[in-house]
């Protein structure tokens, strides 16, 4: 089993809709839980980190984590055009952050 | 602050020549990644440093792999005798150990094209 898994994609969703992203990691005394965003050719950019079972809301961005399930999503509001890219999860235990492969989301004009 | 730099970019070379790749970390950040990325994947641990000392070297890096970080600030990644399968992008992050997160930033990485 890998660490963080996610699903690679691509996930296509019209522009104005939800898209709805997830991860499950394996190591529960896993503290921090991130995502990213990368763009072909770039390198990966923080949008959102979360810590605590919940929600978390940034703008259009929503952070979910249930420790219980090592489950953490992200929901992105009102999708654009440019928010097609590679959605990284990374998992942090200590010092060491673990990422998922990064699914691919399309949003469709 | 400008963030994390890389440099060089880019950088061709070929096969069994040695490279050496500098990041400037964010300047408070305490601690310093390397990462290598190849097509389709996640970023892959490749070393850690707490200020000045390295505390840990992923299993999966030959010795022709060397890291630095001298005085705590900006570090070198060295490749000796680079192979074709050391072609990837190299990204440095940074973070600092006493925000609520540990939120990690990436530089802008150097991409390795080994001929």
């Known amino acids: 089993q890998k660490e963080v898994e996610q699903n690679s994609g691509p996930l296509s969703v019209p522009e104005g809709a939800i898209a709805s992203l997830n991860c499950t990691y394996s190591?529960?005394?896993?503290?921090?839980f991130f995502w990213y965003r990368q763009y072909s050719g770039k390198s990966p950019e923080l949008i959102m980190f979360i810590y605590s079972n919940g929600d978390k809301e940034d703008g259009r961005f929503t952070a979910q984590l249930n420790k219980a399930s090592q489950y953490v999503s992200l929901l992105i509001r009102d999708s654009q055009p440019s928010d097609s890219a590679t959605y990284l999860c990374?998992?942090?235990?200590?010092?060491?952050?673990?990422f998922g492969t990064g699914t691919r989301l399309k949003v469709l004009a | 602050d400008t963030g994390v730099s890389q440099d060089p970019r880019h950088k061709i070379t070929k096969r069994g020549q040695n490279v050496t790749f500098r990041c400037d970390p964010i300047s408070e950040h305490n601690r310093l990644y390397w990462y290598r990325q190849t097509l389709g994947q996640g970023p892959e641990f490749l070393t850690y440093?707490?200020?000045?000392?390295?505390?840990?070297k992923s299993r999966l890096l030959s010795d022709r792999f060397s890291a630095e970080r001298p005085k705590g600030s900006f570090s070198t990644l060295e490749i000796q005798r680079t192979e074709q399968g050391d072609s990837a992008m190299y990204l440095c992050?940074?973070?600092?150990?006493?925000?609520?997160?540990?939120?990690?930033?990436f530089g802008p990485g150097t991409r390795l094209t080994v001929t």
């Open positions: 440093f707490q200020n000045e000392a390295q505390l840990e």
């Open positions: 990374a998992v942090r235990a200590t010092y060491k952050y673990i």
């Open positions: 190591d529960r005394g896993s503290q921090s």
């Open positions: 992050a940074s973070s600092y150990s006493s925000t609520s997160g540990y939120e990690q930033y």
